[in-house]
Protein backbone atom coordinates (compact mmCIF):
# COMPACT_ATOMS: atom_id res chain seq x y z
CA UNK A 1 0.00 0.00 0.00
CA UNK A 2 3.07 2.16 0.87
CA UNK A 3 5.75 3.01 -1.89
CA UNK A 4 9.23 2.74 -0.04
CA UNK A 5 11.55 5.45 -0.62
CA UNK A 6 14.85 4.91 0.32
CA UNK A 7 17.01 7.33 2.42
CA UNK A 8 19.65 8.47 0.74
CA UNK A 9 21.92 9.10 4.18
CA UNK A 10 19.95 7.71 6.99
CA UNK A 11 21.81 8.41 10.36
CA UNK A 12 24.18 5.76 11.49
CA UNK A 13 23.40 3.73 14.38
CA UNK A 14 26.65 5.82 16.72
CA UNK A 15 24.46 8.64 16.32
CA UNK A 16 21.40 7.33 16.64
CA UNK A 17 22.51 5.96 20.08
CA UNK A 18 23.56 9.04 21.26
CA UNK A 19 20.56 10.86 20.26
CA UNK A 20 18.42 7.95 21.76
CA UNK A 21 20.06 8.82 25.59
CA UNK A 22 17.67 11.53 26.73
CA UNK A 23 16.04 13.23 24.19
CA UNK A 24 13.47 14.94 25.91
CA UNK A 25 10.73 16.28 23.99
CA UNK A 26 9.70 17.39 20.20
CA UNK A 27 13.76 17.60 19.26
CA UNK A 28 14.94 14.68 18.04
CA UNK A 29 13.59 13.55 14.71
CA UNK A 30 13.51 10.22 12.91
CA UNK A 31 14.92 9.51 9.01
CA UNK A 32 11.67 9.01 7.58
CA UNK A 33 7.77 10.79 7.55
CA UNK A 34 4.82 8.94 5.91
CA UNK A 35 2.64 10.81 3.03
CA UNK A 36 -0.54 10.51 1.78
CA UNK A 37 -2.00 13.28 -0.47
CA UNK A 38 -5.87 13.94 -1.14
CA UNK A 39 -7.48 15.72 -3.88
CA UNK A 40 -11.05 16.52 -5.03
CA UNK A 41 -10.11 14.40 -8.05
CA UNK A 42 -8.17 11.42 -7.07
CA UNK A 43 -8.86 11.17 -3.41
CA UNK A 44 -6.43 9.78 -1.30
CA UNK A 45 -3.53 8.58 -3.13
CA UNK A 46 0.61 8.52 -3.58
CA UNK A 47 1.07 7.00 -0.24
CA UNK A 48 4.79 6.78 1.03
CA UNK A 49 7.14 6.06 3.34
CA UNK A 50 10.23 8.69 2.48
CA UNK A 51 12.80 10.30 3.69
CA UNK A 52 11.93 13.47 6.33
CA UNK A 53 12.37 16.26 4.48
CA UNK A 54 11.11 19.86 3.90
CA UNK A 55 7.85 20.16 2.08
CA UNK A 56 7.59 22.73 -1.23
CA UNK A 57 4.67 24.21 -0.12
CA UNK A 58 3.18 27.36 -2.20
CA UNK A 59 3.22 30.64 -0.63
CA UNK A 60 -0.54 30.95 -1.64
CA UNK A 61 -1.43 27.77 0.05
CA UNK A 62 -4.68 28.12 2.39
CA UNK A 63 -2.99 26.47 5.39
CA UNK A 64 -0.78 29.60 5.49
CA UNK A 65 -3.09 31.64 5.55
CA UNK A 66 -6.67 30.13 7.26
CA UNK A 67 -4.85 27.44 9.49
CA UNK A 68 -6.93 24.67 8.28
CA UNK A 69 -4.35 22.07 9.97
CA UNK A 70 -5.44 19.07 12.22
CA UNK A 71 -2.84 16.47 14.27
CA UNK A 72 -2.80 13.97 16.68
CA UNK A 73 -0.21 12.68 19.15
CA UNK A 74 0.46 9.14 19.93
CA UNK A 75 2.96 7.12 21.36
CA UNK A 76 4.93 3.10 20.14
CA UNK A 77 6.33 1.75 22.86
CA UNK A 78 8.86 -1.33 23.20
CA UNK A 79 7.03 -4.19 24.78
CA UNK A 80 8.77 -7.57 25.41
CA UNK A 81 10.12 -8.58 21.67
CA UNK A 82 7.29 -5.99 20.20
CA UNK A 83 6.20 -2.66 19.68
CA UNK A 84 2.69 -1.74 20.39
CA UNK A 85 0.40 1.62 20.18
CA UNK A 86 -1.85 2.80 22.91
CA UNK A 87 -5.36 2.83 21.28
CA UNK A 88 -4.80 3.96 18.08
CA UNK A 89 -8.10 3.49 16.68
CA UNK A 90 -8.94 6.45 19.20
CA UNK A 91 -6.93 8.91 17.92
CA UNK A 92 -8.28 7.41 14.54
CA UNK A 93 -11.75 8.35 15.63
CA UNK A 94 -10.60 11.89 17.25
CA UNK A 95 -8.47 12.83 13.68
CA UNK A 96 -11.78 12.06 11.79
CA UNK A 97 -13.68 14.10 13.83
CA UNK A 98 -11.25 16.95 13.74
CA UNK A 99 -11.34 16.91 10.17
CA UNK A 100 -15.30 17.23 9.77
CA UNK A 101 -14.60 20.11 12.09
CA UNK A 102 -11.89 21.75 10.52
CA UNK A 103 -14.54 20.88 6.78
CA UNK A 104 -11.15 18.15 5.36
CA UNK A 105 -11.89 15.17 4.16
CA UNK A 106 -11.44 12.27 6.61
CA UNK A 107 -8.97 9.95 6.32
CA UNK A 108 -10.22 6.59 6.71
CA UNK A 109 -9.09 4.11 9.91
CA UNK A 110 -6.99 1.79 7.70
CA UNK A 111 -4.45 4.43 6.49
CA UNK A 112 -4.20 6.09 9.15
CA UNK A 113 -3.16 2.90 10.94
CA UNK A 114 -1.18 1.67 7.95
CA UNK A 115 0.74 4.74 7.66
CA UNK A 116 1.76 4.54 11.37
CA UNK A 117 2.81 0.92 11.26
CA UNK A 118 4.52 1.36 8.09
CA UNK A 119 6.62 4.29 9.84
CA UNK A 120 7.10 2.51 13.13
CA UNK A 121 8.36 -0.89 11.30
CA UNK A 122 10.88 1.75 9.56
CA UNK A 123 12.06 3.11 12.59
CA UNK A 124 12.19 0.52 14.96
CA UNK A 125 15.50 1.38 15.98
CA UNK A 126 14.84 4.58 17.08
CA UNK A 127 11.84 3.67 19.74
CA UNK A 128 14.21 4.13 23.09
CA UNK A 129 14.13 1.87 25.84
CA UNK A 130 14.51 3.76 28.73
CA UNK A 131 11.50 3.26 31.44
CA UNK A 132 9.90 6.33 30.54
CA UNK A 133 10.53 6.80 27.36
CA UNK A 134 8.74 6.19 23.69
CA UNK A 135 8.44 6.41 19.93
CA UNK A 136 6.24 9.99 19.91
CA UNK A 137 4.08 9.64 16.52
CA UNK A 138 2.82 13.13 15.01
CA UNK A 139 0.24 12.96 12.35
CA UNK A 140 -1.10 15.83 11.01
CA UNK A 141 -2.63 17.33 7.66
CA UNK A 142 -2.86 20.26 6.33
CA UNK A 143 -4.36 22.40 3.31
CA UNK A 144 -2.12 22.72 0.67
CA UNK A 145 -4.34 24.69 -2.21
CA UNK A 146 -3.10 27.68 -3.86
CA UNK A 147 -6.04 29.73 -3.03
CA UNK A 148 -6.89 32.69 -1.25
CA UNK A 149 -10.60 32.67 -0.91
CA UNK A 150 -12.27 31.51 2.42
CA UNK A 151 -13.51 28.49 1.81
CA UNK A 152 -12.48 24.55 2.32
CA UNK A 153 -9.58 23.79 0.05
CA UNK A 154 -9.86 21.38 -2.37
CA UNK A 155 -6.06 19.75 -1.94
CA UNK A 156 -4.81 18.20 1.67
CA UNK A 157 -1.20 16.33 2.87
CA UNK A 158 -1.33 13.64 5.05
CA UNK A 159 1.66 13.65 6.76
CA UNK A 160 3.26 11.45 10.25
CA UNK A 161 6.60 12.23 12.00
CA UNK A 162 8.33 10.61 14.60
CA UNK A 163 10.23 11.69 17.32
CA UNK A 164 11.89 9.66 19.87
CA UNK A 165 10.62 11.57 23.35
CA UNK A 166 11.55 10.71 26.98
CA UNK A 167 9.52 13.26 30.10
CA UNK A 168 7.56 16.27 28.53
CA UNK A 169 8.49 18.39 31.57
CA UNK A 170 12.19 19.39 32.18
CA UNK A 171 11.86 19.05 35.96
CA UNK A 172 10.54 15.64 34.97
CA UNK A 173 8.56 14.18 38.16
CA UNK A 174 8.52 17.02 39.90
CA UNK A 175 5.09 18.62 40.50
CA UNK A 176 4.34 20.83 38.19
CA UNK A 177 2.81 24.15 38.87
CA UNK A 178 -0.04 26.17 36.45
CA UNK A 179 -0.63 29.43 36.03
CA UNK A 180 -4.31 30.24 36.30
CA UNK A 181 -5.15 32.72 33.10
CA UNK A 182 -7.61 35.34 34.12
CA UNK A 183 -7.44 37.20 30.44
CA UNK A 184 -7.49 34.75 27.89
CA UNK A 185 -9.57 31.51 27.08
CA UNK A 186 -8.74 28.45 24.84
CA UNK A 187 -12.29 27.76 23.65
CA UNK A 188 -15.70 28.53 23.08
CA UNK A 189 -18.66 26.92 22.97
CA UNK A 190 -19.57 26.36 19.26
CA UNK A 191 -15.67 26.96 18.60
CA UNK A 192 -12.74 24.36 17.92
CA UNK A 193 -11.88 23.45 21.35
CA UNK A 194 -13.19 19.53 21.25
CA UNK A 195 -10.97 19.32 17.50
CA UNK A 196 -6.79 19.09 17.71
CA UNK A 197 -6.23 22.29 15.37
CA UNK A 198 -3.47 23.99 15.19
CA UNK A 199 -4.96 27.17 15.81
CA UNK A 200 -6.07 26.09 19.56
CA UNK A 201 -2.69 25.92 19.91
CA UNK A 202 -1.82 28.94 18.32
CA UNK A 203 -3.95 31.26 20.38
CA UNK A 204 -2.55 29.08 24.16
CA UNK A 205 0.63 30.74 23.06
CA UNK A 206 0.50 34.08 24.99
CA UNK A 207 -1.33 32.31 27.99
CA UNK A 208 1.49 30.08 27.88
CA UNK A 209 4.60 32.99 27.67
CA UNK A 210 2.25 34.36 30.87
CA UNK A 211 2.64 31.23 32.74
CA UNK A 212 6.04 30.49 32.05
CA UNK A 213 6.77 34.63 33.37
CA UNK A 214 5.16 33.32 36.49
CA UNK A 215 7.23 30.90 37.09
CA UNK A 216 4.66 28.18 35.96
CA UNK A 217 4.78 25.65 33.35
CA UNK A 218 1.57 25.23 32.24
CA UNK A 219 -2.03 26.93 32.15
CA UNK A 220 -4.90 26.48 33.02
CA UNK A 221 -7.91 27.92 31.03
CA UNK A 222 -10.96 28.66 32.29
CA UNK A 223 -14.45 28.56 30.43
CA UNK A 224 -15.13 31.90 27.86
CA UNK A 225 -19.12 32.19 29.30
CA UNK A 226 -18.39 32.36 32.72
CA UNK A 227 -14.63 31.93 33.36
CA UNK A 228 -15.30 30.19 36.30
CA UNK A 229 -15.07 26.54 35.18
CA UNK A 230 -11.84 24.69 35.14
CA UNK A 231 -11.38 23.91 31.33
CA UNK A 232 -8.24 21.76 30.72
CA UNK A 233 -4.18 22.94 30.55
CA UNK A 234 -2.70 23.99 26.97
CA UNK A 235 -2.13 20.46 26.12
CA UNK A 236 -3.41 18.07 29.04
CA UNK A 237 -6.48 17.36 30.83
CA UNK A 238 -7.17 17.87 34.53
CA UNK A 239 -8.12 15.73 37.25
CA UNK A 240 -8.57 16.08 41.14
CA UNK A 241 -8.81 14.20 43.83
CA UNK A 242 -10.88 14.32 46.93
CA UNK A 243 -10.47 13.44 50.65
CA UNK A 244 -13.85 11.21 50.48
CA UNK A 245 -11.72 9.06 47.18
CA UNK A 246 -13.40 11.02 44.48
CA UNK A 247 -11.70 11.69 41.20
CA UNK A 248 -13.83 14.68 39.59
CA UNK A 249 -12.98 15.60 35.75
CA UNK A 250 -14.38 18.33 33.69
CA UNK A 251 -17.06 17.35 31.42
CA UNK A 252 -16.69 17.04 27.61
CA UNK A 253 -17.81 19.82 25.19
CA UNK A 254 -15.06 22.48 24.74
CA UNK A 255 -12.52 20.28 25.78
CA UNK A 256 -10.11 18.17 24.01
CA UNK A 257 -11.30 14.55 24.71
CA UNK A 258 -7.93 13.09 25.70
CA UNK A 259 -7.53 9.07 25.65
CA UNK A 260 -4.91 9.46 28.68
CA UNK A 261 -8.47 11.12 29.91
CA UNK A 262 -10.60 8.50 28.73
CA UNK A 263 -8.32 5.74 29.92
CA UNK A 264 -7.75 6.85 33.58
CA UNK A 265 -11.60 7.13 34.06
CA UNK A 266 -11.89 3.67 32.96
CA UNK A 267 -8.87 2.61 35.29
CA UNK A 268 -10.82 4.33 38.40
CA UNK A 269 -14.04 2.51 37.84
CA UNK A 270 -12.43 -0.55 37.60
CA UNK A 271 -10.98 0.33 41.22
CA UNK A 272 -14.07 1.46 42.29
CA UNK A 273 -13.53 4.64 43.01
CA UNK A 274 -16.43 7.28 42.53
CA UNK A 275 -15.95 9.19 39.06
CA UNK A 276 -17.26 12.44 38.26
CA UNK A 277 -17.51 13.93 35.28
CA UNK A 278 -18.07 17.27 36.47
CA UNK A 279 -17.88 20.74 36.25
CA UNK A 280 -15.04 22.20 39.31
CA UNK A 281 -14.93 26.06 39.67
CA UNK A 282 -12.00 27.55 40.14
CA UNK A 283 -12.51 29.52 43.76
CA UNK A 284 -13.63 25.77 44.90
CA UNK A 285 -10.03 24.47 43.61
CA UNK A 286 -8.46 26.91 45.48
CA UNK A 287 -10.70 26.66 48.98
CA UNK A 288 -10.39 23.07 48.31
CA UNK A 289 -6.65 23.38 48.24
CA UNK A 290 -6.41 24.91 51.21
CA UNK A 291 -8.88 23.18 53.17
CA UNK A 292 -7.12 20.24 52.52
CA UNK A 293 -10.39 18.63 50.65
CA UNK A 294 -8.66 18.17 47.55
CA UNK A 295 -5.72 15.77 48.27
CA UNK A 296 -4.54 15.64 44.89
CA UNK A 297 -4.77 17.28 41.07
CA UNK A 298 -2.82 15.70 38.67
CA UNK A 299 -2.43 16.60 34.48
CA UNK A 300 -2.77 13.99 32.31
CA UNK A 301 -1.96 13.49 28.22
CA UNK A 302 -0.37 11.35 25.56
CA UNK A 303 3.40 14.01 25.92
CA UNK A 304 2.91 14.53 29.66
CA UNK A 305 1.66 11.03 30.59
CA UNK A 306 0.69 11.71 34.14
CA UNK A 307 1.94 15.20 35.93
CA UNK A 308 0.99 15.91 39.32
CA UNK A 309 -0.04 19.73 40.25
CA UNK A 310 2.17 20.72 43.20
CA UNK A 311 0.70 24.79 43.18
CA UNK A 312 -1.55 27.32 41.34
CA UNK A 313 -0.68 30.63 40.76
CA UNK A 314 -2.92 33.39 39.64
CA UNK A 315 -2.97 37.56 39.79
CA UNK A 316 -2.83 38.36 43.33
CA UNK A 317 -2.24 34.27 44.91
CA UNK A 318 -0.58 31.10 45.23
CA UNK A 319 -1.61 28.14 46.51
CA UNK A 320 -0.17 24.45 47.22
CA UNK A 321 -1.98 21.43 46.16
CA UNK A 322 -2.02 18.97 48.12
CA UNK A 323 1.34 19.81 49.88
CA UNK A 324 3.06 20.30 47.07
CA UNK A 325 3.79 17.07 46.65
CA UNK A 326 2.92 13.79 44.68
CA UNK A 327 0.03 12.38 45.93
CA UNK A 328 -0.47 8.44 46.40
CA UNK A 329 -3.57 8.04 43.67
CA UNK A 330 -1.69 10.25 41.29
CA UNK A 331 1.46 7.59 41.27
CA UNK A 332 -0.62 4.56 41.35
CA UNK A 333 -2.86 5.61 38.72
CA UNK A 334 0.28 6.83 36.62
CA UNK A 335 1.96 3.15 37.38
CA UNK A 336 -1.28 1.31 36.06
CA UNK A 337 -1.12 3.06 33.28
CA UNK A 338 2.39 3.09 31.87
CA UNK A 339 2.53 -0.39 33.32
CA UNK A 340 -0.35 -1.71 30.69
CA UNK A 341 1.51 0.56 28.04
CA UNK A 342 4.60 -1.34 28.26
CA UNK A 343 3.60 -4.60 28.67
CA UNK A 344 4.18 -5.09 31.81
CA UNK A 345 0.40 -5.57 33.63
CA UNK A 346 -2.63 -7.31 31.85
CA UNK A 347 -4.44 -5.12 29.53
CA UNK A 348 -7.72 -5.97 30.81
CA UNK A 349 -9.72 -3.91 28.45
CA UNK A 350 -7.61 -4.91 24.75
CA UNK A 351 -6.10 -1.15 24.51
CA UNK A 352 -2.40 -2.08 23.37
CA UNK A 353 -2.50 -2.81 19.73
CA UNK A 354 0.80 -5.09 18.05
CA UNK A 355 2.37 -3.82 15.48
CA UNK A 356 3.02 -6.51 13.35
CA UNK A 357 7.11 -6.74 12.51
CA UNK A 358 8.74 -7.87 8.99
N1 LIG B 1 -5.90 18.57 26.02
C1 LIG B 1 -5.13 19.16 25.11
C2 LIG B 1 -5.38 20.59 24.79
C3 LIG B 1 -4.12 18.43 24.46
O1 LIG B 1 -3.34 18.99 23.55
C4 LIG B 1 -3.93 17.08 24.81
C5 LIG B 1 -2.88 16.28 24.15
O2 LIG B 1 -3.06 15.64 23.18
C6 LIG B 1 -4.78 16.50 25.76
C7 LIG B 1 -5.75 17.27 26.35
C8 LIG B 1 -4.66 15.06 26.12
O3 LIG B 1 -5.11 14.22 25.10
P1 LIG B 1 -4.54 12.76 24.93
O4 LIG B 1 -4.65 12.12 26.26
O5 LIG B 1 -5.41 12.12 23.91
O6 LIG B 1 -3.12 12.90 24.49
C1 LIG C 1 0.07 15.33 23.06
O1 LIG C 1 0.04 15.05 24.26
O2 LIG C 1 0.21 14.47 22.19
C2 LIG C 1 -0.11 16.70 22.59
O3 LIG C 1 -0.34 16.90 21.45
C3 LIG C 1 0.02 17.82 23.55
C4 LIG C 1 1.18 18.72 23.38
C5 LIG C 1 1.43 19.37 24.71
C6 LIG C 1 2.44 18.12 22.86
Given at each position: ?????????????????????????????????????????????????????????????????????????????????????????????????????????????????????????????????????????????????????????????????????????????????????????????????????????????????????KGCDQVVFLDAAEHRWVEELGGMNMFFVFDDGTLRTPPLGTILPGITRASILTLARDRGMTVEEAPYDIDSWKADAASGRLTEAFACGTAAVVAAVGEIRWTGGEQAVGGGVEGPVTTSLRAELTGIQRGERPDPHGWNHTVTLG
Open positions: MFKFLTHPAPTAADERAKRLIDPGFGRVFTDHMATIRWTEADGWHDAQIGPRQPFQIDPAASVLHYAQEIFEGMKAYRSGNGVTLFRPLENAARFARSAERLAMPVLPDDLFIGAIEALVRTEIDWIPEQEGSSLYLRPFMFANEAFLGVRAATEYMFCVIASPASAYFKGGAKPVKLWVSDDYTRAAPGGTGAAKCGGNYASSLVAQQQAVA
